[in-house]
């Protein structure tokens, strides 16, 4: 087997390729940038599903689902939206051997879809807060480059879509959805940016965005999701209207949350090495794959001695893969740790003897296990290999951001950049040329960085705040 | 609240009223037969799923997910099947603000995206069987009457595809398939008929087809879903050849198994009553619904005790609300029959004092539980409630069915109609027009009647088979 692409040097190139070896998505299906999720890959995908319907639910969210066709003349209400989406949407023209009185868009996105129905259901202040998410693929027009998972024309998409009693309440769910995406984040291993996006790079229709970008090297950051406030933007041409305590007809404040398969990408990118991908249990679509070392023993039966330690996990609820086949162990290890697998556990004659079991995790720290306490032993194990994943991906993130003092150092940056920033749309067109990228936006979580005194480009201090920048991929 | 309309006497409009009234779904979105999953119908067509799901995957089958659009080259690749499927497809001919080259499909059902892929997965004997399903929406541009469920333009659907050795092997698989839908209908407490269509009715480009048949009162039934053998009908066109163990290229033979949200509806329609729906424990949004009954007493504090029962249960895995709103209890009972949950526990102050609870389910049979042993007694009432279903389910579907020795007796018939069938298309039409609807087919499992000694039609006694005759709805 090949060799991956050098990471530090081509990262896209080993992205690519370590996506491809991993057998997490099949781009080889007949239409550019739909790509086929297979059985490795959907079973990471599950996993990471299972993590945002846990943390979002906790935050008193329902599912739901709205139809993924929408009519032109609802996806047209919305001015701003619009034209934000209008050239790169896919359109159903006709219906069996007619063509349709109404064009329908398949959905970039679900406002329009949504905001309709969320007029019939909210009535009273009774009805609110109204807090729902689905989780349904979405579409889009792509014309640049396609990549698995971080830009694709058929999206795997989670989005909220909440409507509050008032501005007030509004801003509040944006705060518990930051802190929902805090927890996600964290069963990830991913640390983040969480920046609010200066006013001309916000969704098209909302008040004010906060997105998350991960740092991958470079000045390269990837944007993970966002959470939106709307205020009325969407709710008044929608008529999302209802009868406050007082008896007089008031508009809801909406919020929306957006994350998608990109969050996959993420985790390969952020965390997968030369040797291929490594993926933090709680996405990992197996934790524990087990492989038994053939032996002459006469004493101890290893493939039933492997088959128990597999039943035994299977019983404490672990997702445990057996690798049985006839290949020699060496091409077992390399095939899973390029796949990614958390832990290794090798059952062979001599440990048996000794009541032991080995157990290697992805990030090459290797031990002998006592198999009599195989359960407790995996669980601590696992626990420990997510910890110093988490740590690693964050002194890898802390490295990632510099900060910079004049324009020229934004230039060819090998590093995100903070850089002081006056708030004027000019100054901040000035950052983004000269890192070649985007001004990303002002914090709203605190980062280990100092404010400057003056804006990077005009020099004025008043107004100051600390701006990142990047280039988004 | 008004009455549901009488179920024996309008099925239909009493199917309609209670998908409504329990808020399963809304079919006030803005295109026909596309309609918005509320977040209680969310939550029974997740448990649905997951029985789907579970299983499929004990019978060694994986999760994929492929595209939702098809290139017209690739969907036109299979004669019969095009031919079956071309008046009722949603094409998507325009992207952003430019007309496409090749028009996509938006899948009806998804062999012509799989197959192409398929090509590429299978290489070798080895690779086979290859057994993967996927649970996605697919599109119709139903022309009937749309109903929630049962008929609609987006269907939440199941396919499974699977690639086999040989015919022998495929044959093999349709009856796995068989097994695996008997012990889904278990769950959903869903007797049906399993039968072998007529050839004039099997699935466009199937070799032939069972499907699965729910009598609903009168003649009428619905299809719960379908198994195909495929042969190499599309191995051949889309080119899925395989080097065999003597090292000769050989062409796999492929089967299918179709399941939609129509379970959901089957659900509704079979077990459903004038007071509402009734899920099966395995379906149902909640298992239990917990109900404190407002008191004067000074000794007991009901609402502390209703959260602790909901509490318990949670902890014990159990699906639970807690209904602690401010309208009379009557008024809840009522709401949440209506709803289907099986099982209701009232916590009142006189019961407590006994250290008892009211435990009533949704067949109306209600008694004092200990409260001490909470979990047990729920374990056992819930299991009591689903035998009790299936029993009445399986009554009902022994009466639905009856024999018929003359053309006559189909007309008008208040049953679903068992015949002598010659084999030729020309008596199964005769009959088909007779009872008004379609000639469903052979039984393929052993059904409790006897096989006529002549066809219903011509009188012709060689080659005579048991066919049943019904209007599906």
């Known amino acids: 087997m090949a060799d991956l692409p050098d990471k530090a040097a081509n990262f896209i190139e080993w992205y690519l390729a370590v996506v ?24 990471a995908r599950r996993n990471l599903d299972r993590v945002l319907t846990t943390e979002i639910e906790a935050t008193g969210s329902e599912a ?54 969320f007029a019939l259901w909210v009535r009273s202040h009774r009805d609110l807060p109204l807090n729902v998410y689905q ?8 014309t640049k480059t396609t990549r698995p998972f971080v830009r694709v024309r058929e999206i795997h998409f989670f989005e909220e879509h909440t409507c509050q009693l008032d501005e007030a309440a509004a801003t509040a769910r944006v705060q518990s959805n930051l802190g929902a995406f805090r927890r996600m984040a964290a069963a990830f291993a991913l640390p983040y940016l969480a920046v609010r996006r200066p006013e001309w790079d916000k969704f098209a229709g909302a008040h004010y965005t906060i997105a998350f970008d991960l740092p991958l090297g ?23 209207h209802y009868e406050g305590i007082d008896g007089t007809e008031r ?37 524990v794959v087990v492989i038994p070392i053939p032996s002459a023993s006469t004493t101890q039966d290893v493939p039933s001695a492997a088959r128990a330690v597999v039943e035994e996990l ?23 740790e390029l796949a990614g697998v958390p832990l290794r556990i090798e059952v062979g004659a001599r440990e048996l003897e000794r ?30 290999f997510d910890q110093e994943l988490a740590a690693r991906a964050q002194a890898a993130f802390r490295g990632a951001i510099a900060p910079a003092a004049t324009l020229a150092e934004l230039k060819d940056s090998e590093r995100v ?45 008043e107004g100051v705040r600390l701006a990142l920048a990047g280039q988004p991929m």
């Open 251 to 287: 508009t809801v404040h909406q919020t929306t949350f957006g994350l998608s398969e990109r969050l996959l990408g993420a985790i390969v990118g952020a965390h997968g090495d030369q040797r291929g991908v490594i993926f933090p249990t709680a996405v990992a679509p197996y934790e």
């Open 218 to 240: 470079g000045a390269r950051v990837l944007q993970l999701g966002s959470v939106h406030h709307y205020r009325d933007n969407f709710a008044v041409p929608y008529g999302i």
């Open 135 to 142: 989780i349904v693929n979405t579409f889009r027009y792509e």
């Open 355 to 384: 009541g032991q079991l080995t157990a290697a995790d992805r990030l090459g720290r290797k031990q002998a296990i006592a198999r009599a306490s195989l359960t407790t032993e995996i669980g601590r194990l696992l626990a420990a």
């Open 64 to 117: 739901v689902e709205f139809p993924a066709l929408i009519p032109e003349t609802e996806f047209a209400k919305e001015k701003e939206h619009i034209k934000g989406f209008d050239a790169q949407v896919f359109w159903v023209t006709k219906g069996g051997l007619s063509t349709l009185d109404v064009p329908l868009v398949l959905r970039p996105t679900s406002e329009t879809a949504i905001y309709p129905i």
């Open 20 to 43: 491809e070896a991993a057998n997490l998505s099949d781009k080889r299906y007949p239409v550019k940038g739909m790509n086929v999720w297979t059985p490795y890959g959907m079973r």
């Open 417 to 461: 950049r903070a850089v002081g920033w006056c708030g004027d749309e000019a100054c901040g067109h000035a950052i983004e040329t000269a890192i070649d990228g985007a001004l990303l936006g002002t914090p709203e979580e605190p980062l280990d960085l100092p404010v400057p005194k003056a804006c990077v480009h005009c020099g004025r201090t």
């Open 314 to 336: 299977q019983r404490a609820g672990r997702r445990v893969h057996l690798d049985a086949g006839d290949e020699r162990p060496g091409a077992k290890y390399y095939r899973w």
